[in-house]
């Protein structure tokens, strides 16, 4: 009998369906980075799809349960700060879920290699009607993923806007787009 203690891991949060159903868009080979990873259920399904993952976020107790899983680099970063923690990195693709700062996107759209594929998914206005977020600094104006993303010169995959029931009643916002 062994002296070591088990300690079992609580299941892992199914991933979204929208970045599920848009992961094939993203290059085969390059690195994927999961902004403001939370428990890192995008990070723990993309790599055991076979992509290497930067996984970034604020909470260090997040990231340090991400430290030894295979195909995942976890690093703890203020993502809001004065200093863009993330400058001269280029990544084939970028996840971003339930997470919005308004004054870093150009600069995370910047990080798109070429042929690289972004996938944003969060709350938009109305959500407040839902629950949270529901301050206006956290959701996003109808059509404003599509602009942000047009503006910065990607080509848009897919867009969707408005109501959902799950994983809870809210109305939300997501784009699959490509830098060409």
Known sequence: MSDLLHV????????????VAHAAQLPKS?????????????ARWLAAQGWSVHAVDRDAEAIAALQNEAGITAEVMDLEGDDWPLAGQAYAGIVVTNYLWRARLPELLALLAPGGVLM??????GNEA????????FLL????LRQV?????LRELAFVEGYVETP???LRQAICARRD
């Open 8 to 19: 079992e891991k609580s299941p892992m949060i199914a991933p979204s369906a929208w970045v």
């Open 149 to 153: 993303c047009s503006a910065a010169g």
């Open 120 to 125: 944003y998914e969060t709350f938009m206005q």
């Open 30 to 42: 390059g690195r994927v980075l999961d902004l403001a990873c939370g428990s890192g259920r995008h």
């Open 130 to 137: 839902y629950g949270k977020p529901s301050s206006p600094k």
């Open 141 to 144: 104006a109808p059509g404003e």
């Open 168 to 170: 809870k009643p809210a």
